[in-house]
């Protein structure tokens, strides 16, 4: 296990550095002045001089990423035009627009974005291998139409008229819930877990679609499979069949896609909070591309691929948990 580990942090961080070496060539070596967007439209040539001095622009491409992987290993000093602003390690650099660091705005926002993704997880994953599990044991009845159609209504509606529908119902006709607000959970449990619970609901009827389906065509595939056939000519039951056998071998594509899904979801939410008004890392990353905040942008395509890689490296531990034949090596 811990040269597994070891070897997996390895490739993580190697993934991590090519993958700022892409965004950061894509988005500096792109036509346009970073000093002129950070300075804005009207500034003169002096002025945006200044600006270009001040944030280290003047230097060459290749000396700008040095001193962009020295912030993120140990920190960086940058001038404020009156004074000198410590960014301590992690630091993704400054903000053109707001003057803030760049690591303080995604850490605000993370809590955010972290609560509706996780939430959500859990039940669209509830819902859709419940779902799936359903439809293989039920093959061919009515049961399974009724849920197959269900899942296709599911993956064809967009989230924002799921999000809407139950703002309608729920808050605005029934009066049954308030308004989704963002409330921390530290700060009050109840009222963050109410304030989510229609962005959870709307994100996991959308993605509990595919689950589904993903689940039901796995778990008949591990139905059909030989070693299956064979414990059921010894007599073993049919719950324990599916439960301790054919149910852990069907999970694998569902492990493998729930990674994928929950570390892109840390930078794709932006319909769900933009439709309840969370102040999410989705958010951010619209509003800084509408200003070409770089900084920004680069930060949060940064955390976003980290926590696709980590995701990734969760589901490797736990196919081995769900399939024996799995070895970690």
Same mark, same amino acid.
């Given at each position: 296990?811990?040269? @597994?580990?070891?070897?997996?942090?390895?490739?993580?961080?190697?993934?991590?550095? *090519?993958?700022?070496?892409?965004?950061?060539?894509? @988005?500096?070596?792109?036509?346009?002045?970073?000093?002129?967007?950070?300075?804005?439209?009207?500034?003169?040539? &002096?002025?945006?001089?200044?600006?270009?001095?001040? =944030?280290? !622009?003047?230097? /060459?491409?290749?000396?700008?990423?040095?001193?962009?992987?020295?912030? !993120?290993?140990?920190?960086?000093?940058?001038?404020?035009?009156?004074?000198?602003?410590? #960014?301590?390690? /992690? #630091?993704?650099?400054?903000?053109?627009?707001?003057?803030?660091?760049?690591?303080?705005?995604? &850490?605000?926002?993370?809590?955010?974005?972290?609560?509706?993704?996780?939430?959500?997880?859990?039940? +669209?994953?509830?819902?859709?291998?419940?779902?799936?599990?359903?439809?293989?044991?039920?093959?061919?009845?009515?049961?399974?139409?009724? =849920?197959?159609?269900?899942?296709?209504?599911?993956?064809?509606?967009?989230?924002?008229?799921?999000?809407?529908?139950?703002?309608?119902? @729920?808050?605005?006709?029934?009066? +049954?819930?308030?308004?989704?607000?963002?409330?921390?959970?530290?700060?009050?449990?109840?009222? +963050?877990?109410?304030?989510?619970?229609?962005? +959870?609901?709307?994100?996991?009827? %959308? $993605?509990?679609?595919?689950? &589904?389906? *993903?689940?039901?065509?796995?778990?008949? $595939?591990?139905?059909?499979?030989?070693?299956?056939?064979?414990?059921?000519?010894?007599?073993?039951? $049919?719950?324990?069949?599916?439960?301790?056998?054919?149910?852990?071998?069907? *999970?694998?594509?569902? %492990?493998?896609?729930?990674?994928?899904?929950?570390?892109?979801?840390?930078?794709?939410?932006?319909?769900?909070?933009?439709? @309840?008004?969370?102040?999410?890392?989705?958010?951010?990353?619209?509003?800084?591309?509408?200003?070409?905040?770089?900084?920004?942008?680069?930060?949060?395509?940064?955390?976003?691929?980290?926590?696709?890689?980590?995701?990734?490296?969760?589901?490797?531990?736990?196919?081995?948990?769900?399939?024996?034949?799995?070895? *970690?090596?």
């Amino acid at each position: 296990m811990t040269r @597994f580990l070891l070897r997996r942090l390895a490739g993580m961080l190697a993934v991590l550095f *090519l993958l700022s070496v892409v965004v950061y060539a894509v @988005f500096y070596l792109a036509p346009g002045d970073p000093a002129q967007l950070a300075c804005g439209p009207k500034c003169s040539p &002096a002025q945006v001089a200044q600006v270009r001095e001040r =944030l280290g !622009l003047d230097a /060459p491409v290749y000396l700008q990423y040095a001193h962009f992987l020295q912030g !993120l290993v140990a920190g960086r000093t940058f001038s404020t035009g009156t004074g000198l602003m410590n #960014c301590h390690a /992690p #630091c993704l650099g400054v903000s053109y627009h707001t003057g803030e660091q760049v690591t303080s705005m995604i &850490a605000s926002r993370l809590p955010v974005t972290a609560s509706l993704a996780l939430g959500a997880m859990v039940l +669209w994953l509830a819902l859709g291998v419940g779902t799936g599990l359903l439809s293989a044991l039920r093959r061919g009845g009515i049961t399974e139409r009724v =849920l197959t159609g269900l899942t296709l209504a599911g993956n064809a509606v967009p989230v924002f008229v799921i999000g809407l529908l139950l703002l309608l119902l @729920f808050c605005a006709y029934l009066q +049954w819930l308030p308004f989704p607000s963002y409330v921390g959970l530290t700060e009050d449990p109840q009222q +963050w877990f109410w304030g989510l619970l229609l962005p +959870w609901v709307s994100l996991a009827l %959308i $993605e509990s679609a595919k689950y &589904a389906r *993903l689940t039901r065509s796995s778990m008949l $595939e591990t139905l059909a499979e030989d070693h299956i056939r064979t414990f059921r000519a010894y007599g073993v039951s $049919e719950r324990r069949l599916v439960t301790r056998h054919a149910l852990r071998g069907a *999970l694998i594509p569902v %492990i493998a896609l729930s990674a994928m899904d929950l570390g892109t979801m840390f930078g794709s939410a932006v319909l769900t909070e933009s439709l @309840f008004g969370l102040p999410g890392l989705g958010r951010l990353l619209v509003y800084s591309v509408s200003v070409i905040d770089l900084p920004v942008v680069v930060g949060l395509v940064l955390v976003t691929g980290f926590c696709v890689v980590l995701a990734n490296a969760f589901a490797d531990v736990l196919y081995a948990a769900a399939d024996r034949r799995v070895v *970690l090596t």
